[in-house]
């Protein structure tokens, strides 16, 4: 069995981009790296989104930057700007194309497909693969999106829909969100917050009957994707010579689904730590987040019809303020100016049920 000093379970984004990371800050010129993926041939499957709040390694595979985003809910809509923080769409099938390309001209990294042809016992092991107990009460992020082109200029591609909760939300949380890329395409998703429903994934339909709302007649279709983010905490008990990363490894926002930058910060601290790797100290989101967030999702469980007001409330800061507590940044003033516009008796309620 082949032995390697690094073994990295999973080469989906953050498996990528930890390797990546180590590779072009030269972390692997004398150390051997392993990648456990069984797909042959990466294509383009995903769409990660995010305001950049922070630098990273990838401006070269965003599609769009948009520089205003709206929230819409049954009564108002708001248009926000956040030129400051752009809005930024990376193209999953440029990313891996931009880091394969980088990995496969270092002869230490190998791509495996099955764990079973390694030697597990000297190698210090990254896994992405997220491990949980089966459990219907638990709340995700669920969505179904596709790239649409249509015959002639439709959307105004100045600025994306964040959230559009003009829409059924069947005692769940709903919303639907456009990214327009051009103005006669645009990528559009039906997103639910929800425990575990398949009454909910008539997502072709909801799709249908909302571009049909939009007006739009003739179009076609390019890409489809679909996925479900786990919105609760996962097994990640830190274990010898072994690191969880990505959503495995906590790195998704549990009240949002962001994930991307929180992935590349950690990439990051493992490449500045990784001579050390074995004793370096966890890395977690803060541990306020961690709080505020489960605060939130007990709120979403419990109160459903609420969250579309909620959201579009939390936009009544500063874009600067909302965007920065929303992406991990925000300081005690910003997080008091978040929670002052939040349901008071109903958050008190649930912080003292959650303490």
Known sequence: MKEFD???IGGGCSGLSLAYELEIHKKLE????????????????????????????????VKKSWKEFSIKIPSHSKVIKCDNFPYQSIDSGLF????????RKNKNIKFFENIKD???????????VPSFKENKSNIWQHFYGIE???????????????????????NSVHFFYVLPLSKNKAIIETTWLSKEDDSLKDYKSQIKSYINYLGIKDYKINFKEE??????????????????????????????????????????????????????????IGKKYQL?????????????EKMPDIFSNMFNTSSNTVIKFLSNKSNIFQDLSIIL?????????TLLKVQ
């Open 6 to 8: 690094y073994i990295i």
């Open 30 to 61: 004398d150390k051997t790296l392993a990648i456990i993926e069984p797909r042959n041939d990466y294509k383009r499957d995903k769409t990660w989104s995010f305001w950049k709040v922070i630098s990273h390694n990838y401006d070269d595979c």
């Open 96 to 103: 891996y194309k931009k880091i394969n390309d980088r990995l």
């Open 118 to 128: 390694l030697n597990l016992n000297n190698a210090f092991i990254f896994n992405s």
């Open 148 to 170: 649409i082109e249509t015959n002639e200029n439709f959307f105004n591609d100045n600025t994306l829909n964040l959230m559009d909760f003009d829409c059924d939300q069947r």
């Open 227 to 284: 996925g479900a983010i786990p919105l609760f905490h996962l097994l990640n008990e830190k274990e010898k010579n072994k690191i969880n990363i990505g959503t495995a490894g906590g790195m998704t926002r549990l009240s949002t689904g962001y994930t991307f930058l929180n992935i590349q910060e950690h990439s990051k601290y493992i490449r500045m730590n990784i001579e050390n790797i074995e004793n370096t100290k966890k890395y977690e």
């Open 292 to 304: 505020l967030d489960k605060i939130f999702l007990r709120v979403l469980e419990k109160y459903p």
């Open 341 to 349: 516009k939040m349901p008071k008796f109903i958050f008190i309620k």
